[in-house]
């Protein structure tokens, strides 16, 4: 694992824009998975040193602030989902983390996420401080009970205050586009673009000041893709904060305020959305951007690399267009700020 690139004071500064301050902030951030039997692992742990690790997110820092929406893009299998699953403390036991992510709270202390006790992360942190709609959301539910029923238990646990959680799920199931009847319904009833919109009215309920969304759109047409999108930027608009994973990135063109890109498990570029849209600086975030349907619609040529082999350089040098011969860069691949803006340490091309 490299040392952290980013320092504490830069990260605090680092601008995901604005002057308020931060209701997240990441600092060199870390998942690996380990893999193989534990025996087997202590019996080749030399022969196995960097074979026998998944280096999913690697050296990660940002901060999301109040009324930002921070997409999160990349290539499937990045590392995008491992990161939100991390700072809920929802990793399996394979995982290691290294780094810190610390999130505040209006009511209370700061709590440092990585490493918290499963009573602060379920009592205090998921659902309350922080709203996910996970990824495959249909698995989340419960086959045996209907979308309405697990809404409403979800407002009863998280706002015991509410005096009618009934009336408050069927407001959320509204804002979310979510057809009354569809509350009645059982989970597999329902399509897959109206469970996501359960999912996503499930991770409102609590009211959380951060909403960590994984693909909320997944199954949407694009009037649905547009609503859910403008629901989490209406969020945004009043105070809180969105992360939101996606790989439509005509969606966040749409809303995101911020543009964070992934790539083998790092961050290669951050920025305000307009600016990356209109004058991508990483090589890979131009190559993204014309996949696009409305961009050259170019696929990327060939494949990340795999994230239990990574260089200890620029792992993306092996796909750069801009790389002569496609010579792999031995550069510190850490974060560079120029401006508002924070972009790998990419050779010269
Ligand atoms: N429990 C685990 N053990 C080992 N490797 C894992 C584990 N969970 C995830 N991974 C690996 O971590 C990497 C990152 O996975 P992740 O789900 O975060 O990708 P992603 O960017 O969210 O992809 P997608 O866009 O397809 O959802 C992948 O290579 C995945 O196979
Ligand atoms: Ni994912």
């Known amino acids: 694992m490299s040392d952290q690139t980013v320092s504490d004071q830069t990260v605090h500064d680092q601008a995901v824009g604005g002057q308020a301050a931060p209701l997240l902030t990441v600092e060199a951030m870390s998942v690996r998975f380990t893999l193989g039997r534990p025996a087997a692992r202590r019996v080749f742990a030399r022969r196995a040193a960097g074979r026998g690790e998944v280096h999913a997110v690697t050296d990660v820092s940002f901060a999301l602030r109040p009324g930002q929406v921070l997409a999160l893009v990349g290539e499937s299998g990045c590392g995008k989902s491992v990161l939100a699953s991390a700072l809920l403390g929802l990793l399996p036991a394979n995982a290691r983390l290294r780094g810190r992510a610390v999130l505040a709270d209006p009511a209370g202390a700061p709590v440092e996420l990585l490493g918290a006790p499963e009573p602060v992360l379920a009592g205090r942190v998921r659902g309350r401080l922080v709203g996910l709609v996970p990824q495959s959301a249909a698995t989340h539910l419960t086959p045996v009970r209907t979308a309405g029923a697990q809404l409403v238990e979800a407002v009863r646990a998280l706002r015991p205050a509410v005096a ?110 307009g600016q990356l849209f209109t004058e991508p600086w990483h090589p890979y975030t131009g190559m993204l951007l014309d996949a696009l349907p409305d961009g050259a619609f170019t696929p990327i040529p060939g494949h990340p690399p795999e994230l239990t082999a990574l260089p200890s350089g620029c792992a993306f040098c092996r796909r750069c267009p801009d790389v002569p011969g496609y010579a792999p860069c031995t550069d510190d691949p850490g974060l560079i700020r120029v401006g508002d803006r924070w972009v790998a340490a990419h050779p010269p091309c």
């Open 164 to 273: 009618e959680p009934r009336a408050l799920a069927e407001a959320l199931a509204d804002r979310v586009g979510l057809p009354r009847q569809a509350l009645d319904s059982y989970p597999h009833e329902l399509s897959g673009g109206t469970v996501q919109r359960v999912a996503v009215a499930m991770a409102l309920a609590g009211d959380p000041p951060v909403v960590l969304a994984d693909e909320p759109t997944t199954g949407l047409d694009r009037p649905l893709v547009d609503r859910t999108v403008d629901m989490l930027a209406e969020l945004a608009d009043q105070g809180r904060a969105v992360l939101l994973i996606t790989h439509d990135l005509a969606a966040a063109k749409r809303v995101a305020t911020h543009v964070a890109v992934m790539y083998a498990s790092r961050l290669v570029e951050i920025a305000p959305a």
